[in-house]
Structures are given as C-alpha cells and as structure tokens.
C-alpha cells in the first residue's frame, strides 16, 4: 500500500530505519532506497527515481535518520487521505503561514498558532537534549498549512505525477519541502497531522548552500508568496515580513553575502506589492546594517 523512498547516505540508518518500518507500519509496504552516498545528485533527483519505480498507491519520501514512533502508522496515513479527497500532502512540521521574504519552513518569529509541530528532536550539531517538540494549540488531529518540513512527507502517486520535485531548479539538498508544498498547495490541501509521532536524529544545518536555494525559491514563487493559512491581517502579516527580513540581512551579513545579495532578498519578495512603504523601510534597514556592521 505504501512506497518509501530514501535518499541514502548511510548504510547503517538504512538498516536501522527499515527495521523500525518494519515493526512499526502496519500495512503492505516496499522501501526504494537510492543510495546516494556520493551526492552527486540533488534530493529531487533521488525522490523523483525512486518515485518512478513505486508499485504503490501511496509515496512516503523520509529522511533515513529517523525512528518512528506509533504503531500502525500506515493505516494512519491511508486513513488521512481516504477521509478527504482534496488532502495532497502531509508531513508532521509545517507552518500556515510562508513569508514572503527568506524563511525555512518556519518564520523567524516565535508566533503561537502558527507552527505546528509533532517530533521528538534530537541533535546532532548542537549540545541540546532531546526533547519532544509539540505546537498543536487547537488540540487537532490535522491542520492544514502552507508549507511542510521535508524529514517525512507522504502524497499519492498521481499526485506527486502531478507535482514532481523540481530536480532543474534545485540541484541540492534544500528547499525541495517548501517547494513541493507550494506546489501542491496550488491545486490540494497541505496538512500536518497529529497521529504520527517520529523521532529525528539531525537538527540539520542552515549554512551558505541553503541561503543559495532559498535565492531561488523565492525567485520562482515570489508572485505567489505570501501563503497565508494562518488568516493573518494586514498588520500581522507586515510585522512577519519586516521581522524575517530583519533576520535574514543578519544572517546573510555573518555568512559575507554582499549588499546586492541582500537587497535581492527584497527583490524576490512581494513585499513592494504588500506595501510600498514597508518596502522602503525595509530597503533602508538594509542599507544601513550592511553600512554600519557589514
């Protein structure tokens, strides 16, 4: 019933993780891993070959570092989908509202009601304990999003036919979860759900070759961005974009980007169209970080 699809690096997880399948999913199953030790291809490459050789109705594309934690969780997932037909992806990290300017999957601002969130975090780059990491505030069993967090998606087959992983523009291995999201999210709803608890080994990390996928994706959606799930207001939604650009010009600025970069972040948003004024604010902040810290 369902065709998992990993993008290898470890031969170890591998093991560990399709043992963890095995004793825990419940239904009929196969694993396509592509070992892709070498990385030379990007992540949407890896996902779309493995797609192209499933048997099954359902596509789950998941990260080999992970442990999942519920018992029957395939049953969960056809489940989800059985109950509404318009359901296209689901993942168990999203938020409902995707900026405008740089952001991962999350905004850079704590907003409660926002991120929804059900994994237990372990990290690898940080010396942090593992915790379990749950932002369910309206206690539901799935909420619909605009955007999810790639560790664990599941979709159909015609649907992922339908949307494929853009493999021409994104080469790495970042940006393809925001992307495939907005995708889909054009034509179906895009959810986290609640029923499916996993545990995930690596914190990842946001570094330079991110900051480059991120260019173009919003290059490619900036007439599309903001998605707002959230029923955001104007003001909400102004004070998200000024505080995601505000960290952002921080960050490009540690990691030497130069003034064209960051102004190419305002550039590729929708923020001139959001508001003019704002745009203008913002384009000054700019300025006078990479002026007086840069």
Not at 51 to 79: R, Y
Not at 160 to 170: A, L
Request: hydrophobic letters at 35%; charged letters at 25%.
């Amino acid at each position: 019933m369902i065709s998992i699809i990993i993008s290898s690096v470890n031969p170890e997880q591998l093991k560990a993780v399709g043992k963890n399948i095995e004793e825990t999913i419940g239904v009929p199953y196969e694993i396509i891993a592509m070992d892709n030790q070498s990385g030379e291809k990007g992540i949407c490459e890896v996902y779309n070959e493995g797609a192209k050789q499933a048997t099954f109705e359902f596509l789950c594309f998941m990260h080999e570092d992970i442990n999942i934690k519920t018992a029957g969780w395939g049953k969960n997932v056809i489940n989800h989908f059985d109950l509404d037909q318009n359901l296209g992806l689901i993942g168990i990290a999203g938020s409902s509202y995707k900026s405008s300017v740089f952001s991962g999957c999350f905004p850079h601002i704590c907003s409660y009601g926002v991120n929804f969130v059900n994994i237990i975090q372990t990290y690898k780059y940080k010396k942090e304990t593992s915790h379990l990491y749950l932002s369910n505030p309206g206690n539901e069993l799935i909420k619909e999003v605009a955007v999810l967090d790639g560790v664990w998606l599941c979709t159909k087959r015609h649907i992922w036919k339908e949307f494929p992983f853009d493999e021409q523009t994104f080469k790495g291995f970042h940006c393809y979860d925001i992307d495939i999201s907005l995708a889909i999210g054009q034509k179906y709803k895009v959810a986290v759900i609640f029923d499916i608890l996993l545990e995930h080994y690596s914190e990842g990390k946001f570094e330079k070759e991110w900051m480059n996928e991120t260019f173009k994706l919003h290059k490619k959606w900036r007439d599309y961005l903001p998605v707002n799930k959230a029923g955001y207001s104007d003001k909400d939604i102004h004070y998200t974009e000024k505080r995601s650009y505000r960290y952002i010009v921080l960050e490009l600025m540690k990691r030497h980007y130069d003034l064209k970069a960051i102004l190419n972040v305002l550039r590729y948003s929708s923020v001139l169209k959001l508001d003019p004024f704002l745009y203008v604010k913002l384009y000054y902040y700019a300025l006078k970080s990479y002026v007086f810290k840069g």
